[in-house]
């Protein structure tokens, strides 16, 4: 039975029936009576297993196939039609050609299943800020996390009404999960987005990269908003004012560590609290005051599992503890709970490892395997999907349609000399500039060299659905719209380390005390020293209270905040090389920028 009289969706919905042939269409209203028959069924089929009702209420357990574990960026493509919108940094293909090659692909990929129909929100329903999805897929494992990750439902139709063409079709079938023919394609020109041969949440959830980044920061420079790779949190002062940011790092670099933040005690016993609206995506728009507001388009969070703990994120673990669908961790057999590499110190002896076998956990670990590692029990991108309405730390805001108001942006990376701890950027456009250079050095954790520097601006490289070059121009533009009201644009590097390669900065709650200077130069209420790079505090400015048993004291910050010309020198260098690759698109101001910046490193 359809949700809805809107034409454009019945015609749409029609069309891939017809195309891919299901057994039966079901059209999915979000109520509990109809979810709940679903996670019946999937445990029934043994696609899910539920796991300890009592320590973990309403939790469910999912594997993928071992080759079906992480997005896959080398068959992930943007077809605009041309290849220039699409630019260097993306995979083109013409969209006639690809319609072509996937069309046959879903001809009765369906055949003995069921479609499932999911309407969803991207952001609260009715915000002006949100937008609608609807989402075709034969798998019970993404209606199930939809719910999660989205305001799923009949209610999404209310943004859309009985006439709009304004929502997103996402076309999914896990159909044999082969590797070889999987492909994640973004049409954007014309709102659509289809996945085939993947069942892992990355490349199937399609509100979650799919459609709230890669095709909503190509409509936000068709309709001048901003869909950004960025957390929102807000601060609230002792005195109950809460001020609101947004931060941009790529993967690796503490980004959910900084959502859900807990204040060092000093900061607590002063009455300092931090609130999460968003860990992953913000959507950003100019309001009515000219300032500009911030909503988080998703309903919960999509984490990493290892390395989640009670020290390392307390909140992000916490919201873990009910209604969270865990894919790809290990199972506990003894008491049906589930664990992680770096959850703790104990390994389940009773386990079932990520793939499905039973082994003895502690034995299991200790065994070297053919990548010359131990063991893993969980898969290392293993993930949990939970609701933020279970987060300790989630905002009040977090639901309003309005959205947030933002004080300042904040860039970052991972620079084990280069950057320092914090700095601003002199204006808007130069702040521009910082989040287009980007960069991370690889860890051992990465493939690869250790120490190679990765450009990735604004942490947007592998999500922008169109030319990097018009989205940085993008970015000069909504400056020139916000004009006096811009935030401020800052950037921070918690990853400096000494000459024996140990982070020098404790991070973690402690990123509190850069936040805090940020905060304050925000509101012009902090000093700052002009460098060659950026306003930069004082060291006096940064807060080392109570951080003295770390042996860190104001000499240390201003260690971390020191410059050094050559590594910048250098730097430039690869910038140069980078911005290189974007031709004759490359906005004017961006090699403005970078000649500015070269010129003072020079004097």
Not at 118 to 143: F, R
Not at 274 to 303: H, S
Not at 336 to 362: F, I, Q, R, S, Y
Not at 405 to 423: C, D, E
Request: contains cysteine; charged residues 25%; negative net charge.
């Amino acid at each position: 039975m359809a949700l809805t009289n809107n034409k454009n969706v019945l015609k749409w919905v029609d069309e891939m029936v017809a195309l891919t042939k299901p057994d039966k269409v079901v059209w999915i209203d979000g109520s509990d009576e109809q979810l709940n028959a679903l996670r019946d069924e999937a445990v029934a089929t043994g696609e899910m297993i539920r796991l300890n009702q009592e320590k973990l209420p309403g939790c469910l357990y999912h594997r993928t196939q071992p080759n079906d574990v992480a997005r896959v960026e080398d068959r992930t493509f943007i077809c605009s039609k041309t290849k220039e919108n699409a630019g260097p940094t993306n995979n083109w293909c013409d969209p006639a050609e690809m319609y072509a090659k996937l069309t046959p692909m879903y001809d009765g990929v369906m055949k003995g299943r069921t479609m499932y129909v999911i309407p969803y929100s991207m952001g609260p329903i009715g915000s002006p800020l949100a937008k609608v999805g609807v989402e075709l897929t034969d798998s019970i494992y993404v209606v199930l996390n939809m719910d999660i990750m989205t305001r799923m439902g009949a209610d999404a139709f209310k943004n859309l009404g009985d006439t709009s063409n304004d929502f997103v079709r996402g076309l999914h079938s896990k159909a044999d999960v082969d590797p070889e023919k999987r492909y994640i394609v973004h049409f954007p020109e014309d709102n659509t987005i289809w996945s085939i041969n993947s069942a892992y949440g990355g490349n199937v959830l399609l509100g979650k990269k799919c459609f709230a980044l890669r095709i909503a920061s190509y409509q936000g420079w068709k309709e001048g908003w901003m869909a950004e790779h960025m957390l929102i949190l807000g601060v609230e002062k002792p005195n109950g004012e809460i001020k609101y940011v947004t931060a941009a790092f790529p993967s690796a670099c503490g980004k959910t560590n900084l959502a859900m933040l807990i204040p060092p005690e000093g900061y607590r016993n002063k009455g300092y609290k931090v609130w999460t609206v968003g860990d992953d995506i913000a959507w950003l728009k100019q309001g009515p005051d000219g300032r500009l507001y911030a909503i988080n388009p998703e309903n919960g969070f999509f984490g990493v599992a290892p390395g989640t703990n009670a020290k390392s994120n307390f909140n992000a673990l916490e919201s873990t503890k009910k209604n969270t669908i865990f894919t790809n961790v290990a199972i506990n057999n003894d008491d049906m709970t589930v664990w992680w590499e770096g959850l703790d110190k104990n390994p389940p002896v009773n386990a079932t490892e990520w793939k499905g076998a039973k082994v003895n956990g502690p034995e299991f670990t200790s065994v070297i395997g053919a990548d010359g590692k131990p063991q893993k029990l969980a898969h290392p991108n293993s993930r949990f999907t939970a609701p933020a309405e279970n987060c300790p730390c989630v905002s009040k805001e977090f639901n309003n349609p309005a959205g947030v108001p933002i004080s300042a942006i904040i860039f970052g990376g991972r620079r084990a000399k280069t950057a320092p701890l914090v700095y601003q950027s002199f204006d808007w456009n130069h702040g521009v500039f910082v989040g287009s250079i980007m960069a991370s050095e690889t860890t051992a954790a990465a493939a690869g060299a250790v120490g190679v520097v990765r450009r990735d601006p604004m942490a947007m490289l592998p999500f922008c659905g169109y030319n990097m070059a018009d989205y940085w121009q993008h970015w000069v533009d909504m400056g020139k719209k916000l004009g006096d009201k811009a935030p401020k644009i800052f950037n921070v590097n918690w990853f400096r380390t000494d000459d024996e390669g140990h982070f020098i900065w404790p991070g973690f709650g402690d990123n509190m005390r850069v936040l805090e200077w940020i905060i304050d130069r925000a509101e012009g209420k902090a000093d700052a020293v002009e460098t060659a790079i950026g306003y930069e505090p004082k060291p006096e400015d940064i807060n080392v209270e109570g951080l003295e048993a770390e042996g860190i004291t104001t000499e240390t910050i201003k260690d971390l905040l020191s410059v050094d010309k050559e590594y910048w020198l250098e730097d430039v260098k690869g910038i140069k090389e980078f911005y290189g690759k974007f031709g004759d698109r490359l906005p004017e101001e961006m090699k403005k920028q970078l000649a500015a910046l070269e010129e003072r490193l020079a004097k």
